[in-house]
């Protein structure tokens, strides 16, 4: 989604209602459960998250300079650095070394990647369309964050085409972007 | 509830990834100088033999080499593009026209700066605020942006700009000052169509008309 990202795809800036952060925060919860806890160290009560109007219908929200999170039609998003600082909190799963370097430069992720030696799935079924951090063989930190486009368990049986659709990854306009 | 507090992630200062992942970037030696010098501890862990031996034994040797050498290649050609751009860099120069509107008045069109990445809307804007007058972003006839300001600045854009580029270490590139009155306008637009019916018919290098 972000491979060609600069600048000029930035349509409008402008801060947003309290009420609407609100909002915003329950919504980020419900999708990502475990986020309950830290929440308000993310998005602290009184900061001022500003909306961040992009093309394709992709809106970011920064908050103290800084993009936090996105929003794609309907779903929230995590940025990388975020997902960094507090990596207990996504769902989880791990490619091979192999596919690491096909992951950086933006693609999606094969099935095979995720299936073989070095990778991991988790044990529990994660349905379609979740949103998952990416992680790779021997390393620490999470390189991408994609969307499931088979379940899991389809994953380990089926084994075959695309797995994980990349959303965002190291490197990509949106981790490039300054303000 | 127990808080869970943020990891701190400690990113590389070249490639801007966390340093794990610098082997895959495009800037892997000078990441991997970088990281030396700033964070032993950590390069310690990633770059020694035995955490490198770990790292390929997953995979087959062909593969592995094959990758790599991959690799190589890209980051040599992203060094020589590197190399290329600051030869770029210091070979072009930033030309600030002093353009007369009429008997008095004058606007000055800056040019060259886009090979510098700098925000050129942003410099129009404190050029405009600067001095106190109308300075806008526009395109000229070779598709290229430059900065146009309204009333003769020209000493003072030139000294702004030169300072700019200094701070970003290119003390070597030249800002030329260049004095476009109208009547060498109408001189060069007469000897440009002059040149177009000599040539017959082949359209004449784009002029600037502003």
């Known amino acids: 989604m972000f491979k060609k990202f600069t600048k000029e795809d930035v349509h409008s800036r402008s801060n947003i209602k309290s009420s609407v952060q609100r909002g915003l925060k329950t919504k980020f919860v419900s999708q990502f459960e475990k986020l309950e806890p830290v929440i308000d160290d993310i998005i602290p009560k009184k900061s001022q998250a500003i909306l961040i109007k992009c093309e394709d219908r992709i809106q970011l929200y920064s908050i103290d300079e800084e993009v936090v999170l996105f929003q794609h039609f309907d779903d929230l998003i995590p940025t990388l650095k975020v997902v960094h600082k507090y990596p207990d909190c996504f769902p989880r799963v791990q490619v091979d070394r192999g596919a690491i370097k096909f992951v950086l430069s933006g693609a999606n992720i094969m099935c095979p990647g995720l299936t073989s030696a070095g990778a991991k799935l988790p044990e529990e079924n994660l349905p379609v369309d979740t949103y998952v951090t990416v992680y790779a063989e021997g390393k620490e930190n999470a390189l991408a964050i994609g969307k499931l486009l088979m379940s899991t368990d389809d994953i380990k049986s089926i084994n075959k085409n695309i797995g994980v659709e990349l959303v965002h990854y190291l490197g990509d306009g949106l981790w490039n972007l300054t303000e | ?210």
């Open chain 2, 1 to 210: 509830m127990s808080e869970i507090l943020p990891k701190e992630v400690f990113y590389c200062g070249v490639c801007t990834f966390p340093p794990e992942y610098c082997e895959f970037g495009l800037s892997f030696k000078r990441c991997k100088q970088w990281l030396q010098e700033n964070n032993e501890a950590l390069f310690d862990s990633i770059y020694s033999d035995e955490a490198l031996a770990n790292a390929t034994s997953t995979l087959s040797v062909e593969k592995q080499a094959k990758i790599s050498k991959e690799l190589e290649k890209k980051q040599a050609k992203e060094e020589a593009k590197l190399e290329r751009e600051l030869q770029m860099k210091l070979a072009s120069k930033v030309i600030i026209k002093r353009i007369e509107r009429n008997k008095r008045k004058h606007v000055i069109e800056i040019s060259g700066l886009e090979v510098f990445n700098i925000d050129m809307k942003k410099l129009a804007k404190t050029f405009a605020s600067k001095f106190a007058t109308g300075a806008s972003v526009t395109k000229n006839a070779e598709k290229k942006d430059e900065i146009v300001v309204q009333g003769d600045v020209s000493d003072e854009a030139k000294a702004y700009i030169e300072k700019l580029l200094e701070e970003k270490g290119l003390n070597e590139v030249q800002v030329v000052q260049e004095d476009d009155k109208k009547g060498k306008k109408k001189a060069a637009l007469a000897a440009a169509a002059a040149a177009l019916s000599a040539t017959g018919g082949v359209p004449p290098p784009a002029q600037k008309t502003r």
